[in-house]
């Protein structure tokens, strides 16, 4: 039976839904991002299983407009996605579409209609994520897909052995082994960073784990630092 997902206010036009996403047993949740913007027009960021009563209530937030997945590996809900809300542009980075087998459009340039308040950023060096930063202007709130995760010290045991295993000891937030790993021309990785550090956010919306409230971009600094990267904020851009 499905079961029905209430959408978290986290802001003035934001909110979240927070679905499992069990991995060798271990719940790593997907978080889905609703953002509503000045037109009316709602992106949703990421997708998930949605029920009936999920559309239903996401409808009832505002004129779905974009549907948006920020990572190539992230299609796990995709169809489902594509399947809630047909024919609204459905945004992810180059290439996701060969890999769910249906036609998806570019997320930079971002839309015309999200000007002055969402800004969007593919993390260049990692070709293989080409991940997708966003920034809800309005509300300071950074969105990010898998550049870190955030668990607290309170996961049951299993999660946090895998969380151990695949982001280390520190994970509130950390960045994962596996997008470290993936990270192709660290300059340019590094100097994607400055530019997402650069922006004006306090809270930030992980793909997995738990929303950052406040501290947002210290927090982040920080884990990105401990992953060991160089990092110049750029203000310019």
């Known amino acids: 039976m499905d079961t029905f997902t209430a959408p978290i206010p986290l802001a003035e036009n934001v909110w979240l839904m927070a679905y499992p996403l069990k991995l060798l047993g271990a719940d790593l949740r997907r978080n889905v991002t609703v953002i509503r913007l000045r037109s009316g027009k709602v992106v949703i960021h990421s997708t998930g299983p949605f029920s009936a009563e999920d559309v239903a209530a996401i409808r009832g937030l505002g004129e779905p407009g974009w549907l948006l997945d920020g990572i190539l590996r992230h299609d796990t809900f995709a169809k489902e996605g594509r399947a809630a809300f047909p024919g609204i542009p459905y945004l992810a980075p180059e290439g996701f579409s ?4 249906f036609p998806t459009e570019t997320i930079v340039p971002a839309p015309v209609e999200w000007e002055g308040e969402l800004l969007a950023l593919e993390i260049e060096g990692a070709p293989v994520a080409r991940d997708t930063a966003l920034l809800h202007v309005p509300s300071r709130t950074l969105i990010l897909t898998e550049l870190v995760f955030n668990f607290g010290d309170d996961e049951p045991l299993w999660t946090e052995l895998l969380l151990r295993v695949g982001v280390g000891g520190e994970h509130h937030p950390g960045m994962s082994r596996f997008v470290k790993a ?3 021309d ?6 994607s960073l400055g530019t997402i550090l650069g922006w004006d956010f306090d809270r930030v919306i ?6 950052i409230e406040s501290g947002g971009k210290a927090k982040l600094r920080a884990a990105l630092v401990a992953a060991g990267f160089e990092l110049k904020v750029d203000r310019g851009r």
């Not at 060969?98 to 087998?101: A, D, K, N, R």
């Open 206 to 211: 992980v793909g997995h784990g738990d929303v």
């Open 98 to 101: 060969e890999v769910v087998g």
């Open 186 to 191: 660290k300059a340019a990785f590094e100097g």
């Open 182 to 184: 993936g990270v192709k």
